[in-house]
T-cell receptor, first 113, second 111 residues
């Protein structure tokens, strides 16, 4: 069964460093998403991406964040200068485009020290 | 600020009983409504989605939507211990591609 994959599973970085989180969406999906979930809190929408451009973004997704689909398979989230409060689980999701049914990857746990 | 509200629980039901989970949302423009299950330390897993007022059944799960009351619910019949998880309600924005999640309701099914 196709699934969304994410790497790495856990990333530890120092405050101020840049991180890139990687996702491989389901191959025939058209819409891609990033979410974050701070420990013990709700899942928060960051950004949606379609046709090689951002479709929507939340207030969380400020200038420190960027997304890219550098090739036909990967979808990345870059945080330019990490802050302590960026520590969270980051989930990638993809959707086929007909029904908003999103399939989530296993997540990357980002720890900023 | 768009809000999705859920009773955080915990909700405990005996095995075989019906579990009822509720959710309200603030954005009247929302058109799509979702229930996800999240086991501890895992990613959300889509259980059901519903777009139209009324009931939608899928196996042991029934989603109910009342747009006038801005209310969505999930019923789990014949609850099993494996149903023990946090259930997340999610709705989309009136623009379509932004999604809001509730804080989730923790369900425990007691054998």
């Amino acid at each position: 069964e196709p699934e969304v994959t994410q790497t790495p599973s856990h990333q530890v970085t120092q405050m101020g460093q840049e991180v890139i989180l990687r996702c491989v969406p389901i191959s025939n999906h058209l819409y891609f998403y990033w979410y974050r979930q701070i420990l013990g809190q709700k899942v928060e929408f960051l950004v949606s991406f379609y046709n090689n451009e951002i479709s929507e973004k939340s207030e969380i997704f400020d200038d420190q964040f960027s997304v890219e689909r550098p090739d036909g398979s990967n979808f990345t989230l870059k945080i330019r200068s990490t802050k302590l409060e960026d520590s969270a689980m980051y989930f990638c999701a993809s959707e086929g485009g007909s029904s908003y049914e999103q399939y989530f990857g296993p997540g990357t746990r980002l720890t900023v020290t | 600020q768009k809000e999705v509200e859920q009773n955080s629980g915990p909700l405990s039901v005996p095995e075989g009983a019906i579990a009822s989970l509720n959710c309200t949302y603030s954005d009247r423009g929302s058109q799509s409504f979702f229930w996800y299950r999240q086991y501890s330390g895992k990613s959300p897993e889509l259980i059901m989605f519903i777009y139209s007022n009324g009931d939608k059944e899928d196996g042991r799960f029934t989603a109910q939507l009342n747009k006038a009351s801005q209310y969505v619910s999930l019923l789990i019949r014949d609850s099993q211990p494996s149903d023990s998880a946090t259930y997340l309600c999610a709705v989309n924005s009136n623009t379509g591609n932004q999604f809001y999640f509730g804080t989730g309701t923790s369900l425990t099914v007691i054998p």
